[in-house]
Every structure is written in C-alpha cells, then in structure tokens.
C-alpha cells in the first residue's frame, strides 16, 4: 500500500523539479536584473598594414677583387689605403721592364713584316710582266704570289703578338674597374706577384647603393603570397625599414630589388635582397641588420580583441557575439590570419559593426550548447582606432 502511494507521488515531485528548473532557467536569461555582466568590443573597419621583421646581412652591390694580370716586382702602391676610388684609377704599378722589351721587339718584328710583304708584291709586280711575255713560266709566277700572300700572312701575325705584347705592358698599371671603397693592400713595394694568384692585392667595394639580403622560411613566403583567406594591396615604392642591433632605425627607407626563386635547401629559407642608398657610408657589409618589410595593406581589416576569441575541442577558433536584441550568439569556425599585441586578425566568421563579448564569458557557457541567453553590456563597447593599431604595429615590429 504503502509502495503504491509513493508510485502516485513521485511523477508529481518530477513534475514539480521541471517546474522550478524551467523557472530559474528563465529568471537567469531574462529575469529582472539578473542577466549576466558582460563587455563588449565593437568591430571598427580598420587597414591593417602587413609588415614583417626578417634577420638580413649587409653586402656591398659590387665587388671587385683586385688581383694581377701579369707577373712581376710591385714597384708602387699608387692609392691611399681606406679611401675612396674610381673606376679606371691606378692602383699598383708592376715592373714593366721586361714587357716594355717583349713590346718593341714585337714592333721591329711587324716593321720586318711589312718590308718583307712589300718586296713579296714588289716581286709578284715584276712576274707579272715577264710571264706576259713569256719571259718566266707560269709555276714561277705562282710562287711568286703564294710568297706574297704568306709574307701578308706573316705582317698579320707579328700584329697579333704585337697587340699581345701592348697588353701585358697595359696590365703592369693595374687599375680599378668600379667606383668604390677600398680597403688595405695585400702586398707592398717590392712584392713579387703572379698572374692569377689567389689572393687579392685589395678589395674595392661599392657602398653607395648597399644591399641587404634577408632570408625568410619559404612556407611562410609562401603563405605571403598565396594565402586564400587574406586579400591585401601590395605595398609600393620604398617599403623596408633598417633597424640597427641597438634598436636604432635608420634613415632611409630601402625597397626590394628582387626576390630568389630558389630554396636554401640546408635551411629551407628563400633570400630577398632590399637596396638603400648609403651616401653616409652608415650601413657597411658584413653588419647583421633588422630590416622590417611592408607587405601591403588589408582594406577594412577585422581586428578582436583575443580574450574574445576562444577554441574549442575541435581547435576551431569560436566567439560570442551580441545581438542587438541582446541575445547571445555562439560563432564556431572563425579564420585567423595573425595576431598582434592582444589582437586577431580575423579574415572571416565576424564582421564589421559586430559586438565581440570579451570578459564574462563564463556565465554564458550554456549559449555553447545551443541554449538561448541575454546578456547585460557593462560600460560604453570598446572599439581600436586607426591611430591605435597603428602604434601597436609599429611598436610590435621594433
């Protein structure tokens, strides 16, 4: 008896628990005052400048290895060490004694030459009247002509050793082929240097304009290029700033001169190579630098704050939004291209003029699970000006 009186009551309990849930359920999400607290952040169109740091070296745009032609005594250095040189200028002067000798003897031998192709013509001249009268035969007179047509060959070759000979003389002044910064000589007066030796007699360099290699890993060179969530407006003109290593910047804005379509394949990095004009001589190579590349500019960017964006068990990157109406929407599958000082750059999943909720995200957890719930904004919604993100930029990338 007793057993089938609590059978009557118990759905009567039940229905009473259901009955209390369902109220405190509504006094939560819509009962007076008791709404959750949050802050939003409103999103603001902005344009989002797309920079990256990359380590880079300094190389000069040209260098010259200054190394001899012909062998010999060096009788003089005919520049000041750590100056500035131009192209053509006399820089050692190699004993030309013996090739200033190879030179006029290969001039007697091209007048020799010539005199022996002038009695030659001379000759075959003379033959060709006697062979008109029947005076010689006509196997003489042809070797008469060959004779002449050797003794022409013979005057083109004594030229050609001619020329050679003036050559080596020329390179006994050795003579510097750019416009350039040169360092210490090698060798002094006195020096026996050799033809093709290995090692220089100084280095000129160009400085002014310099070169900056920096290297990047291709995957994210790649990704610079090719990303399908992020459309940007490429950056024009001079678009890379110089950091020094003690964080100073320099000057001069420098610009990409080109980028390398070949893999490191040790490294897996790809080499761009930037030019600045060095007029001060303030950048010199070998120096590791800091340059800071501008890729473009995102038009009207969707930038949040990150304590507004949250992952879930899939790693997918979700978000509350508020409504107008002060519901609460749970937005699953957001894109992120980057993030920055605090921020995301959201390329999709959240739009302009949206209020992200960014602090009392607890309370609100039930929205995750499909439940419909209404929030009450705290204080006047956050927004990031365009001054704002441009110092957080700038100060992020130093």
């Given at each position: 008896m007793r057993f089938n009186k609590l059978l009557l009551t118990l759905p009567m309990a039940l229905t009473s628990l259901l009955l209390l849930t369902s109220c405190d359920n509504n006094q939560s999400?819509?009962?007076d005052g008791q709404l959750p607290k949050v802050t939003v952040f409103k999103v603001e169109?902005?344009?989002y400048t797309l920079k990256i740091n990359l380590p880079g070296r300094v190389?000069?745009?040209?260098i010259a290895e200054i190394r001899p032609q012909v062998s010999g005594i060096v009788l003089n250095r005919e520049f000041?060490?750590?100056?500035?040189v131009k192209a053509g200028q006399s820089?050692?002067?190699i004993d030309p004694a013996i090739y200033q000798a190879n030179y006029d003897s290969a001039v007697a031998s091209v007048a020799s030459a010539k005199a022996n192709a002038n009695i030659a013509q001379l000759t075959l001249k003379r033959y060709a009247?006697?062979?008109?009268?029947?005076s010689i035969s006509q196997q003489e007179y042809d070797k008469a002509a060959a004779d002449a047509k050797q003794a022409n060959a013979s005057v083109l070759v004594a030229q050609a050793a001619e020329h050679a000979a003036k050559v080596n003389l020329d390179y006994t002044k050795v003579y510097s082929p750019i416009d350039g910064y040169i360092g210490k000589s090698s060798v002094t007066e006195g020096a026996l240097v050799?033809?093709?030796?290995?090692?220089?007699?100084a280095l000129v360099q160009q400085l002014d304009p310099i070169y900056v290699d920096m290297t990047e890993a291709a995957t994210r060179y790649n990704k610079y290029l090719q990303d399908e969530n992020i459309i940007y407006e490429p950056a024009k003109g001079n678009n890379v700033e110089l950091y020094f290593n003690d964080g100073s910047k320099y000057a001069l804005p420098g610009n990409v001169k080109f980028s390398d379509m070949t893999v490191n394949?040790?490294?897996?990095?790809v080499t761009l190579r930037s030019q600045f004009a060095n007029s001060e001589s303030k950048i010199l190579p070998g120096m590791f630098v800091k340059p800071q590349l501008t890729l473009g500019t995102i038009k009207n960017a969707v930038l949040v704050p990150q304590q507004g964006v949250t992952s879930n068990q899939k790693g997918q990157y979700t978000a509350k939004i508020l409504k107008p109406d002060n519901t609460v929407e749970y937005r699953q599958d957001i894109k992120v291209y980057t993030g920055i000082s605090g921020y995301w750059v959201v390329t999709s999943g959240i739009d302009i003029g949206e209020q992200v909720i960014t602090t009392g995200l607890l309370n609100l957890t039930a929205v995750e699970s499909g439940v419909t719930m209404q929030a009450e904004v705290v204080g006047e919604p956050t927004t990031l000006s365009q001054e704002q993100l441009d110092n957080i930029i700038n100060n992020n990338m130093k």
């Open positions: 999400q819509n009962g169109p902005l344009d190389v000069a745009s040209q000041e060490e750590s100056s500035n820089l050692y002067q009247g006697l062979l008109n009268t029947k050799s033809a093709g030796q290995p090692t220089p007699l394949e040790t490294t897996g990095t």
